[in-house]
């Protein structure tokens, strides 16, 4: 017979900063035996790694960020979604590969917009019209044979022989390695772990997220005494 799994784990306060690395390494156990198997899928999943590695950094730019000084979302009582999310990308996944920060806007709107609300990543467009699309695949973080062209994990490319549909503009593509969406956040977790040079601030900011998050969200659900 299966356990129930009935799960009211609290995120833990810390009176200093070596107490939340228990907390980090068992969410780095969950995307080592959750989320990486996936890969090994038929297709590899990879709208499913996208979706959980960047649910997974909206969940940690909430720690990181906490709750003073930033822009509060007044439904959930956090950092807004879109900040503590780009922060995350910005201060942090940089610190393992730069584009994470020059691409933490464009991540944001494409692929945690899209593939938590809509399934599909989003396809943009800027103000000059022209499109920028999403191509994800498993591989490195330069690819020069994969495709008919050469890959760089997000770095934008111009696909060579596909225009927007029903016109001559060029179409863009950023690509993403769901391998490396994986390697990365795990490693994003060592310097996350690191306290960044300030394991004080670190400690005052997952202690406001954390005070929010273990807060049971109030709703009248139907009593079966």
Not at 198 to 220: D, G, H, Q, T, Y
Request: glycine share 8%; with cysteine.
């Amino acid at each position: 017979m299966t356990t129930p799994s009935i799960n009211l784990r609290r995120i833990p306060g810390i009176t200093n900063w070596d107490e939340a690395k228990p907390h980090l390494d068992m969410l780095a156990g969950t995307v080592i035996n959750d989320i990486a198997p996936l890969l090994q899928t038929t297709g590899g999943a990879p709208h499913t790694v996208s979706r959980e590695v960047f649910c997974y950094v909206d969940y940690l730019g909430a720690l990181y960020v906490g709750t003073g000084g930033v822009p509060i979302d007044r439904t959930s009582g956090l950092a807004q979604v879109g900040y503590r999310f780009t922060r995350y990308l910005e201060d942090v996944m940089s610190l393992v590969d730069p584009a994470y920060a020059t691409m933490a806007k464009t991540l944001y709107e494409m692929f945690r917009s899209g593939t938590v609300h809509e399934f599909d990543p989003k396809t943009l467009k800027n103000n000059v019209g022209v499109f920028l699309s999403w191509m994800e695949y498993s591989g490195q973080r330069y690819e020069p044979k994969l495709f008919p062209f050469p890959v760089q994990h997000l770095k934008i490319t111009q696909h060579p022989d596909r225009f927007v549909s029903g016109g001559s503009l060029p179409l863009y593509a950023l690509p993403v390695s769901t391998i490396l969406l994986i390697q990365d956040l795990l490693a994003s977790f060592e310097h996350f772990k690191s306290g960044l040079g300030n394991p004080l601030e670190r400690m005052n900011r997952w202690n406001e997220a954390a005070k929010v998050l273990n807060k049971p969200k109030s709703f009248e659900f139907p009593w079966l005494p």
